[in-house]
């Protein structure tokens, strides 16, 4: 699985020119992707590429690959942002947020003029909600309350615990996740709506509508979805 990770991340690299804003996503298929992009600057095969990061795991590894990075409010506008993700329907839609950092992941992703997603071929499902959960970040002191309203959408939702650490999850913007687990989302990108409207959700991991691009991994090479 990691080389087809790699084989993924190292096609997206084809999208990368000089004088580029990229949006750098969350999680291991994205870290090759960070790395080799800083290669790439360190033997100045690309100049003048700053990257935005979505999470702390995404901007100290900028960092120490030798990516210089500006955030969100620095910038006019993003070229090209590039992310993994954990399901991804035949329509493009995508279930994210297995790292936590579904938030700022869809901020950047959300405003950038291309979408490139990587994943290896595991990833692909027939309908979202077939083998992961939908990470929904909440706030804090609504956990309890979102938890049983999700049961109106026949959803099973539980709070992600700490593995190194005792107690919740605590993302990098200070909320809960709560994983919800559908029986299947029919429309993905009316359930992504419906979940942002429920008080106290900051945003759910459902992108509905939002990728260009996937670069697929497979045994036979990268096969490419698009919109
Ligand atoms: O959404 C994410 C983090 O919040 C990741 O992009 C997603 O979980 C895929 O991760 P990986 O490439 O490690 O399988």
Redesign the pocket.
Known sequence: MEEL?KLAAKEALRYIDDDMIIGL??????AYFIQMLGKKLMTEELEDVYGIPT?HQSRLLALESGIPVVTLDEVDAIDIAV????EVDPHLNLI???????TM?KIIEYRAGTFIV??DES?LVEYLGQRVPV?IEVIPAAWRAIKEELEVFNATAELRMGVKKDGPVITDNGNFILDAKFIKIEDPLDMEIELNNIPGVVEN?IFADIADIILVGTKEGVKKLER
């Open positions: 990770k996503g969350t999680g291991s298929t994205t999470s992310d993994g993700a954990d994210k947020g297995r790292g936590a950092a579904l992941e990587l994943v990833k990470p991991g």
